[in-house]
T-cell receptor, first 117, second 117 residues
């Protein structure tokens, strides 16, 4: 089955610790995205990547880092600089259109809930 | 900048009631519009979309019409079921805001729907 997987489902972070959230897709999509969701709020874009070895900051990139070494994988690291990391993190991907520009529809993974100990 | 405003929740309805969730938008270009649904503890699923004015998106009994004159994309369903209980997000994709294969989505804050038997 094609889709997006995220792991772990729950993640606990200690003070001063960096943690990495995994996102893998087997949809052969070029673009991948990370969003943060806080209770009662919409999704806010952290980082996105349009191609391997390229990524761009979104609206709330401070305290986060990403890499895109493989087309299928787009891990997100929540660093100790992120002072309020407790949230639900969603990964998404989208395809490249026939014109070369991005398709609009994004497909989402099941999410990772990050909690601070 | 772009923005999406959704009807505030929570919304509570009895089974078989009529549902409307209002969504209005502000965009610099001619956006595509989406409704996503999020069931408890899960990621987002695309419910329906419309890419140009007067288009009607529909899926699983839900409908929404792209109204350019009122900048709206209200979600409707004639008879809701308990299984429709979820959070519903309205979103837009502005073709003027794109980076190669990546397309950014702007989300509303979500509307919690609870359907009682």
């Amino acid at each position: 089955d094609g889709g997006i997987t995220q792991s772990p489902k729950y993640l606990f972070r200690k003070e001063g610790q960096n943690v990495t959230l995994s996102c893998e897709q087997n949809l052969n999509h070029d673009a991948m995205y990370w969003y943060r969701q806080d209770p009662g709020q919409g999704l806010r874009l952290i980082y996105y990547s349009q191609i391997v070895n390229d990524f761009q900051k979104g609206d709330i990139a401070e305290g986060y880092s990403v890499s895109r070494e493989k087309k299928e994988s787009f891990p997100l690291t929540v660093t100790s600089a992120q002072k309020n990391p407790t949230a639900f993190y969603l990964c998404a991907s989208s395809a490249r259109g026939t014109s070369g520009r991005g398709q609009e529809t994004q497909y989402f993974g099941p999410g990772t809930r990050l909690l601070v100990l | 900048g772009n923005s999406v405003t959704q009807m505030e929740g929570p919304v509570t309805l009895s089974e078989e009631a009529f549902l409307t969730i209002n969504c209005t938008y502000t965009a610099t270009g001619y956006p595509s519009l989406f409704w996503y649904v999020q069931y408890p503890g899960e990621g987002l699923q695309l419910l329906l979309k419309a890419t140009k004015a007067d288009d009607k998106g529909s899926n699983k009994g839900f409908e929404a019409t792209y109204r350019k004159e009122t900048t709206s994309f209200h979600l409707e369903k004639g008879s809701v079921q308990v299984s429709d209980s979820a959070v519903y997000f309205c979103a837009l994709s502005d073709p003027l805001i794109s980076s190669g294969s990546a397309r950014q989505l702007t989300f509303g804050s979500g509307t919690q729907l609870t359907v009682l038997p």
